[in-house]
């Protein structure tokens, strides 16, 4: 069986199921938006990059997502982070939950836009406390979720509640548009088309490998694999592991339109990092 005849065998095992799911767990149906709805939409690329976009290690700027998600990020390390990413171009800053004001605070009026994680690092919260966090969330400046998928509903194969949890916050956090962290260590090929196609029809805006905190990061064969999937309407974020401008344009040349890394500024000066994330 090659590759494009596996995709499609999964998409077709799922599109029954997603056909026949009720209303509720469908975008657009979920609980009540969030309380800056009627802000304008953040419109994102989800496209590949176009060849020969980057010539260089300062041309990835745009395309990345500027991270600190450890624990122990004291404010100063986040004000640093924040002010770094002002001052290369970075596309975003990602932190967790409760620094997004901080960061939201540090890039008004920049090109750069805050990103707050759901649900992280495990993904196995509650529904409901995964859409409260992405509510409050973009109550206090989050322009971009980052949410993580339930893995164990995913390999349980209970479809509706991953369908339903990645709605609610989909839901919870327009008119912002909504990444979707697959945790691709831990899944098989099939999961991960699978995840993929779920988080499509939930109305995700990206689809993202890793969260930095489980087993491996991104990799080449999984971007591809993604970017196959889910096609030019949504994008694809490659996340854990890229510490070089050599890593992020692999990562871009297989598909992924944004790149999250923590070694962002070593990547921009054509440098390498040890950075986990």
Do not use: W
């Not at 770094?84 to 997004?100: D, I, K, L, P, Y």
């Not at 920049?110 to 759901?118: F, G, L, T």
């Not at 854990?240 to 000066?269: F, K, W, Y």
């Amino acid at each position: 069986m090659t590759e494009a005849q596996h995709i499609q065998r999964v998409v077709e095992e799922l599109a029954d199921f997603i056909r026949k799911s009720p209303p509720g767990v469908s975008a657009g149906n979920g609980p009540s938006a969030s309380p800056v709805s009627a802000s304008t939409p953040r419109v994102v690329g989800t496209a590949p990059v176009p060849p020969g976009t980057v010539k260089g290690p300062a041309d990835l700027a745009p395309f990345i997502d500027h991270t600190l998600l450890k624990p122990e990020a004291t404010r100063d390390d986040i004000t640093r982070v924040a002010h770094e990413a002002v001052r290369h171009g970075f596309a975003t800053v990602c932190v967790n939950s409760s620094q997004v004001a901080t960061v939201a605070g540090i890039l008004a009026g920049s090109s750069s836009v805050p990103i707050a994680v759901v649900g992280f690092p495990l993904g196995a919260a509650l529904t409901s406390a995964k859409a409260h966090e992405a509510r409050e969330a973009v109550r206090e400046g989050a322009r971009e979720i980052d949410m993580v998928l339930n893995v164990g509903a995913l390999k349980s194969r209970d479809y509706a509640l991953v369908l339903q949890d990645i709605a609610q916050v989909v839901e919870a956090s327009r008119p912002f548009p909504v990444k979707v962290i697959l945790e691709t260590g831990l899944l098989s090929s099939d999961e991960k088309i699978a995840a993929c196609v779920l988080a499509r029809a939930a109305g995700a805006a990206f689809v993202k490998t890793s969260t930095g905190f489980g087993p491996g990061g991104a990799t080449v064969e999984d971007v591809a694999l993604m970017r196959r999937v889910v096609g030019d309407q949504v994008g694809v974020k490659a996340s854990g592991g890229i510490r070089s401008a050599e890593d992020a344009l692999r990562m871009i040349q297989a598909g992924a339109n944004r790149l999250g890394a923590s070694a962002s500024v070593a990547i921009v000066s054509g440098q390498s990092s040890a950075a986990k994330y």
